[in-house]
C-alpha cells in the first residue's frame, strides 16, 4: 500500500488527497482501481508507442483482467516493453492485487470494459465528430469510472447513488481536461471537439455535467464516498471557471485554498 500511495502522488496530486482520506478497505479499493486505470491510460497516451501497438497492449490486458478474479498476470504482454511503459503501468499487476478480494468481481471488469474501449478509440484514430461521438468517449474513460465508483461505495457500506449522474460525474471531470488540454492534444494530433465546436459549447458541455454531478454527490449524504468526490469536482468547478475567464491552469496556492475548503 506504501507504494501505491508513493506511485498515486507521482501521477496525480488531485486524487492522492481524497483517496488518502478514505477509510481502510475502500482506500485500498479505490487506489487500486485508480492506479490500475492510469495504468492503461498511459498505454493510450503514450508518444512513442504506435497504434497497432497499443491496440495489442489494450486488448491484451482487456484479456487478462475479464478472465481473472483473483491475481492478473500481464507480465508476458508487458515485460517486452519494459524500457518504453511507465512504471505505473508494467506494476499494473500489484496494483489489481491491492483490490479487496470481495470487490474484485467489481473492479476488473471495469478495468477490462476500458481497456477494450480504449483499443477501439485508438482504432478510430480519437476520431470525435459529434456530441454524440464526445458522450462515447468521455465515457469510455471517465464516465465508466464514475459508473465502477457507485458500486464500489455500494460495496463497502451499501451507499445507493444514481448511476446516470455518476457517469456525468466522471464525465464532467474529463471534459475540464479537455479544455484544459486542447493545446497539447492538438500538438499530437488529437481534436476532442466535435465538430464546430469551440470553447464556449465545451465550456457548456462541462457545466452540465458537472451541474449533475453535485447533485451526484448531495445523495450520497453521509457517506464516505463524499471525502473522495468534492475535492475533484469543486477542482473541476474552479478550473472551468478559470478557464471561461480567459486562464487555464489554477496555482498551487488556489489548489491547497480550494481543498482546504472541502474539509
Request: aromatic share 8%; with cysteine.
Amino acid at each position: 500500500m506504501n507504494e501505491a500511495m508513493i506511485m498515486l502522488k507521482k501521477t496525480s496530486r488531485t486524487f492522492f488527497i481524497p483517496i488518502n482520506r478514505l477509510e481502510d478497505g475502500l482506500r485500498e479499493a479505490v487506489t487500486s482501481a485508480y492506479l490500475c486505470m492510469r495504468a492503461i491510460d498511459e498505454i493510450e497516451d503514450h508518444e512513442e508507442l504506435d497504434n497497432d501497438l497499443k491496440v495489442e497492449l489494450l486488448e491484451g490486458v482487456h484479456d487478462v483482467f475479464q478472465s481473472s478474479t483473483e491475481s492478473p498476470d500481464t507480465k508476458a504482454l508487458l515485460s517486452p516493453h519494459r524500457d518504453t511503459l511507465p512504471d505505473v503501468t508494467t506494476q499494473i499487476d500489484d496494483w489489481a492485487i491491492l483490490c479487496p478480494p470481495t470487490v474484485r468481481k467489481v473492479v476488473y471488469p471495469y478495468i477490462a470494459k476500458m481497456s477494450k474501449q480504449m483499443a477501439e478509440w485508438v482504432n478510430k484514430s480519437w476520431t470525435i465528430s459529434t456530441e454524440e461521438d464526445l458522450d462515447k468517449y468521455t465515457y469510455s474513460v471517465a464516465g465508466m469510472v464514475g459508473e465502477m465508483l457507485s458500486d464500489i461505495w455500494y460495496w463497502y457500506d451499501g451507499t445507493e447513488s444514481d448511476r446516470d449522474k455518476a457517469v456525468a460525474f466522471g464525465r464532467g471531470l474529463q471534459a475540464v481536461n479537455i479544455l484544459r488540454n486542447k493545446s497539447e492534444d492538438l500538438e499530437r494530433g488529437v481534436d476532442f471537439f466535435p465538430d464546430g465546436w469551440g470553447k464556449k459549447e465545451m465550456i457548456e458541455y462541462t457545466r452540465r455535467n458537472l451541474k449533475l454531478a453535485d447533485a451526484y454527490i448531495k445523495e450520497l449524504k453521509g457517506s464516505p464516498a463524499i471525502k473522495f468526490c468534492k475535492i475533484p469536482l469543486t477542482l473541476a468547478h474552479a478550473t472551468v471557471n478559470l478557464i471561461a475567464a480567459g486562464g487555464n491552469k489554477l496555482t498551487r496556492d488556489a489548489v491547497k485554498k480550494l481543498v482546504n475548503g472541502t474539509n
